[in-house]
């Protein structure tokens, strides 16, 4: 039987601690400089009781000791708390200064949940900043809210492979970390570490504070909304320094597996963020990627230095790799190639317990894992072989959980992409932005959704498709399209 | 070790019978009505020499019994076969009257031979019937070898889940088939009749007998090559038959399993036809698809009657679904929606056994019983549930064969566009050509490359990297992919 209570009561209670949560941007609207800018409190002050009532109030009636959580009680108190949290951290976007429809408030708050960065809005750079704030702080509660997903959900519910890190210290002999909450806690202590070291290092380097604030909770969750229109550009002015560098320095940290982090500060054992599978095949591809950006911008802008080409192409890898999204130019005037790549790069994302979106790198070797396996077996029929993943052996399980992975990414990628084009929206806004959507990156293609655009214009079944898009893609898929099993729901 | 020699004459004897087969065109060519085209049988009278002389030379040269062959060489010999072909195929295209330089000569030979039907060649309408119906050949004698090789070699090399199709009729217990040979024969000869019929199908629906040759030999192969530059448009004209539906009808044929003909005409057992699994869900996926273009017709030109939307919509959908390729309208211009409906249905292709393009039907089946059972599993860890395909039990290693076989297909077609990309073509262009070509289906999207167009303007390189595409895809990938893997030289 199915016990909705814990769902009630853990969903309640995440409710209401985000209407608490929302006392941070009030403040910062009624502290604004801007005087019209202060009226904008009341949306959060409003949003903040809704939350705080609807939320306690359902956590309340719920309320009790919780004894175990089943597999499908974890289903859906995983799919059901994301949505709430979406549902009501959207109410201030809705009601405030910047005077969002609900369905663009709706969509602003799921691109910042899921961090995926796509927004509705222009005119960012005379946003309220409680506005601005709150949306960076969506998605620094997703980044984390996903990390410590990574970790305490996914690989018992085996979702996509993921079940090859239950083991990945969490379980270990050592048992050096008690019980899942010391767990969190330790992740969460990392993730704010590297947030503050990211805006004092922003802050130190000229960026004002206020936005070094911001950008350092977007980049750190690999989230990529900025408090400009021109994203991170805007702050590129000559004689300034490269906080392009810097920002890329921190989209990497928020890629990596923050679980080997924690093994590394609990028992010294720096050399694992060396020797770790995932973080050094991770590195090889950013390699790999920046070198063809770079020899492709070298060949379409002939006038440019090494260093502003390994900036740019850098930059831009591991922005749309990661699926932080951030933008310091147009991609799309650099050519059909750079178009087509930066589509596909997309898609590949960051390592599984990070921050990061997209399909993670670890798929992607225990595919490769699978066809090498294959093609031994084929030609020495009679031989033993096993495939190996940081040491442990791969099983049929795995290889069949990960592949089906990516065949229900692509499947719901192409259905979007239909259903988009079914709108009326061109072929190549259409597809770009389903891509970004499950792929949780931001910006799409083309002019109307590219680098230099934003998704206002679309009409509002796009967004609601989107942002049903970008739910599925941040939950890994499965998590959400169980419930819609029927087998789930019987016995 | 690898014993080349039995390669050697395989691959040396079938293209000596290429060159025997050259002597058709040229007759065809001898006897044109028009004086200017009877010059190219020269160009087939050199390529019949070539053929002959150097097949057999290479066969008499490694000449000998044939005691067996190894799964190693089962992969060379496949791929290695084709290719010759390929190479031999395009000799009289490229010194023929039509003057296509080998590159284009290769593509067109590489476009046949795989059942692709892309072209380079504008001016159909007025070239040589010699040039023509070599053409259409191709693709006929590439239907049959895929028809052939779905049985005799994809099971055994398991490629893509295959070996699902091992015991179908081939290893019954019954063996009402004795050996390989006679049932290469079976399959054969219902080829043979269904083409016979659809030319009679044709040629008494009252289009030119040439004509309905050509179209009997390029539509029961999904092959798609017309001898108008208007292809099937071109013979739909006010008052006459209703020729779109008669081809239909010989793509759908050509799109089904031949085994289950085979079974059907040796054992009467007709039933088979409609409790095959594949089988129906192929004719569901044309029904769904035909009904939601007809809506989508009717929305885009409001003046059209439901029995002109219906023969709108089922001829494009078959054509397109089983990769055939014919057109009879251009679907880009039916906006958005058709344009990304296309794109996505062209990958799906018909039943695996058949002539047929794409990633196949049953792939799509076992990908679908994976879901299922994964989430039946997780709602009930300790139930025990086995996926079924036919009745027969469904293991982890079929399904991480058809698995890898959706991944393997996504990778190369991606490489394939940004590659494509790289070349200067435009997103569009690029991505719809890849897709056209792993998908062995023959018209892309767009200006340049649609079903209005052709792929003469595309640079070399475009040209020779597709050409690959189309036999990876026509191999399904893991045929010729693992001829690229260290472990298959090895030992
Ligand atoms: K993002
Ligand atoms: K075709």
Redesign the interface.
Known sequence: MLNFRPVLLVTGALVAALGVMMLIPMFADLIATAEVHRADWSAFAIGASASVLIGGGAAAASWGRIETIS??EG?LLTSASWLAIVVFSAIPLAIGEMELSYTDAFFEAMSGITTTGSTVVSGLDDAPPGFLLWRSMLQWFGGVGVIIMAFAVLPA??IGGMQIFKNEAWDTSEKFIANAAQYSLGLSGIYVFFTIACFIALWGFGMPAFDALNHALTAISTGGFSTKDASVGAFLTVGRAPLDLVITVFMVIGSLPFGIFLIVIMRGAWKRLFTDSQIRFFALTILVLTLAVMV?VIEAFGHLGLFTAFRMAIFNVVSILTGTGYATTDYDDW???A???F??IMFVGGCAGSTSCGMKIFRFQV?LA???L???R????NGVFVARYNGHPLT??V???V??F???Y?AIF?TL??F???L?????T??SSAGTAVANVGPG?GDIVGPAGNFATLPDAAKWAMAAGMLLGRLEF?TV??LF?P??W??
Chains 1, 2 share one sequence.
């Open positions: 597999l499908r289903f519910l085996k492709d050519g059909p190639f178009i087509a790549f589509f596909c595919a699978a066809l090498v294959y093609a031994r084929l030609a020495h029929p049929n399980e290889f069949v959980s592949l089906s990516f065949f229900v692509f192409a992409a239909v988009l084009s079914g009326g929206l061109d072929t190549l259409a597809i293609l499965f399209l169980v099993s087998a789930f019987r016995g």
